[in-house]
C-alpha cells in the first residue's frame, strides 16, 4: 500500500510539471533491458544520461546496483564488445570496479551474469537524443557492432544508411544491417528502391551490426534522429522541465 501512495504521489507531481509547460523543453524516460543469468545479453544505451544537471556516462550512475554483486569472479559483469573491457559490481564497495569505468555512446555492451545468480531486469532512464549521431568508429568491410541512441521503435529506412554509404543491391549482394541478438536482417533492394528483409524497425537499448560485403566500400555512419518521419517514440517516455535532469 505504501508503495503504490509514492507512486501515485510521483504520478501527480509529474503530471502537475507537464500542464505547467505546454512545450517542454526535454523529453526524458526509460527502457527495460535484461540480463540473462548464466549467458551474455547485449545491450546499449538509448538516452544521453545526467546527474545534478551534468552528463555522465558512469556505470555506477546509469546502472548502479542493479545486478547482483560478489568478487572479480563472482560478480555480475558488463563487457564492452570488441575490446573485451569489462567492470564487475563489487559487493563489498556496492560500485562497479575494473578497467570499464565509463560507456561511451553508440558502443555495445553485454551483461554477464554469473551462474549461481538469477536475470535481472534492468532500466536504463535518461534523456531522449536530439542530436546528430556520428558513429566512433566506420562501417568496415565485414561486421561492425552497435547501438544507437533512440527510445523508441524507429523503421530501418529512417536510420540514414544508404544515406552515408550503405551499398544496396538484391537479397545476396547487397550490405546488411542485423539485430545482434535475434539475427534478423535487413537490406537495400536497389531494383524496388526500398529496404527489404525480416527486420524492419529497431528497438531501443538493442545491439545492430552493418555487415559491409567484401567488395564495397567502408563507410562513417551519420545519423540524425531529429529529421526522422518514421520515429515513434516509447510510450512510456514522459515529457517533463528540463531543470528535472
Avoid at 110 to 136: C, I, R, W
Amino acid at each position: 500500500m505504501k508503495k503504490l501512495l509514492v507512486f501515485t504521489a510521483l504520478v501527480l507531481f509529474l503530471s502537475s510539471l507537464i500542464a505547467l509547460e505546454s512545450d517542454p523543453s526535454e523529453v526524458v524516460g526509460f527502457v527495460k533491458t535484461t540480463a540473462t543469468a548464466g549467458s551474455y545479453s547485449y545491450f546499449s544505451l538509448p538516452f544521453t544520461f545526467y546527474v545534478g544537471g551534468t552528463e555522465t556516462m558512469a556505470l555506477d550512475d546509469i546502472i548502479g546496483t542493479q545486478l547482483t554483486g560478489g568478487n572479480i569472479v563472482t560478480g555480475d559483469r558488463i563487457i564492452e564488445v570488441g575490446t573485451g573491457t569489462y567492470a564487475y559490481l563489487n559487493s563489498s564497495t556496492n560500485t562497479w570496479s575494473g578497467a570499464l569505468t565509463n560507456f561511451t555512446d553508440n558502443y555495445p555492451y553485454q551483461y554477464k551474469v554469473h551462474t549461481s545468480h538469477s536475470t535481472k531486469d534492468v532500466y536504463l532512464a535518461g534523456n531522449v537524443e536530439q542530436e546528430v549521431q556520428v558513429m566512433p568508429y566506420s562501417c568496415a568491410i565485414g561486421y561492425t557492432m552497435y547501438g544507437i541512441r533512440e527510445a523508441g521503435s524507429v523503421d530501418v529506412s529512417a536510420l540514414d544508411l544508404v544515406d552515408s554509404g550503405f551499398t544496396g543491391g538484391n537479397v545476396l549482394t547487397s550490405d546488411r544491417f542485423i539485430d545482434a541478438t535475434s539475427g534478423s536482417y535487413a537490406y537495400y533492394n536497389t531494383s524496388t528502391s526500398a529496404w527489404a528483409g525480416g527486420l524492419t524497425n529497431i528497438e531501443p537499448a538493442n545491439v545492430y551490426s552493418v555487415k559491409v560485403q567484401s567488395s564495397h566500400t567502408a563507410f562513417t555512419w551519420t545519423y540524425d534522429p531529429t529529421d526522422n518521419p518514421a520515429r515513434t517514440v516509447n510510450p512510456m517516455t514522459k515529457k517533463i522541465h528540463s531543470n528535472m535532469k
